[in-house]
């Protein structure tokens, strides 16, 4: 097996990774810069995390400019970090992009950093989401790449406290892209009571 990991700097992914290397599984990891207001605080979380720990270093691709066009909360200042947070097709776009790296460098699965379904918000966080995706793209690329949630058993505070058994530390989960953790974005809300990720 070899997958293509969708790294973002922040617990989730960093957990996802380092559960793919105990395993002994060959990783591709993808960082995608869609344009997030975060990008240069979880690039460089995500290039430490893997640089310390001996993983692969992640490919960056820039598609900034998607969420300049179609702007979120996640993207564009002037718009509310919560109330705008939805940027539409954003985990579709992450999952056709990721499978499209594991196809050309012969992977044969993606995995995206998707929780616990009874915490979703919104509508491309589902297993029923992951499942429609995988056909499509088995119709796109005319072959299937498995799409995988490795973390959808879980929690956040799962996540946080399997991260911490593993001393997976320093990772950047605040969509606000400040220095410190910004308390109220919804990536901060979820990890209140832990170490938001660092």
Same mark, same amino acid.
């Given at each position: 097996?070899?997958?293509?990991?969708?790294?973002?700097?922040?617990?989730?992914?960093?957990?996802?990774?380092?559960l793919?290397?105990?395993?002994?599984?060959?990783?591709?990891?993808? +960082?995608?810069?869609y344009?997030?207001?975060? /990008?240069?605080?979880?690039?460089?979380?995500?290039? /430490? +995390? %893997?640089?310390?720990?001996? #993983?692969?270093?992640?490919?960056?691709?820039?598609? %900034? *400019?998607?969420?300049?066009?179609?702007?979120?909360?996640?993207?564009? @200042? *002037?718009?509310?970090?919560?109330?705008?947070?939805?940027l539409?097709g =954003?985990?579709? #776009?992450? #999952?056709?992009?990721?499978?499209? &790296?594991?196809?050309?460098? /012969? !992977?044969d699965?993606?995995?995206?950093?998707?929780?616990?379904?009874?915490?979703? $918000?919104?509508?491309?966080?589902t /297993?029923? &989401?992951?499942?429609? !995706?995988?056909?499509?793209?088995?119709?796109? #690329?005319? =072959?299937?790449?498995?799409?995988? !949630?490795?973390?959808m058993?879980? @929690?956040?505070?799962?996540v $946080?406290k399997?991260? %911490?058994?593993?001393?997976?530390t320093?990772?950047? *989960?605040? %969509?606000s892209? @400040?220095?410190?953790?910004?308390?109220?974005?919804?990536?901060?809300?979820?990890?209140?009571?832990?170490?938001?990720?660092?």
């Amino acid at each position: 097996m070899s997958l293509v990991n969708l790294v973002s700097g922040g617990v989730d992914s960093a957990l996802m990774v380092a559960l793919a290397n105990e395993e002994g599984i060959e990783q591709f990891p993808l +960082f995608i810069d869609y344009g997030q207001i975060c /990008k240069d605080k979880e690039l460089d979380a995500c290039m /430490k +995390f %893997h640089e310390e720990n001996g #993983l692969p270093i992640p490919t960056v691709m820039d598609i %900034h *400019s998607y969420g300049k066009i179609i702007p979120s909360g996640l993207t564009d @200042t *002037s718009l509310d970090v919560n109330e705008d947070a939805f940027l539409p097709g =954003r985990n579709l #776009l992450f #999952l056709l992009i990721g499978s499209a &790296f594991a196809y050309k460098n /012969k !992977a044969d699965t993606v995995a995206i950093g998707l929780l616990d379904e009874d915490s979703h $918000i919104f509508p491309d966080q589902t /297993k029923d &989401f992951l499942d429609q !995706a995988e056909k499509t793209i088995e119709i796109a #690329l005319g =072959r299937k790449i498995s799409l995988v !949630a490795p973390l959808m058993d879980f @929690t956040k505070e799962d996540v $946080i406290k399997i991260a %911490h058994e593993k001393g997976i530390t320093n990772t950047y *989960s605040c %969509h606000s892209g @400040t220095d410190e953790p910004c308390g109220m974005c919804i990536s901060c809300q979820e990890v209140m009571g832990g170490n938001n990720g660092r």
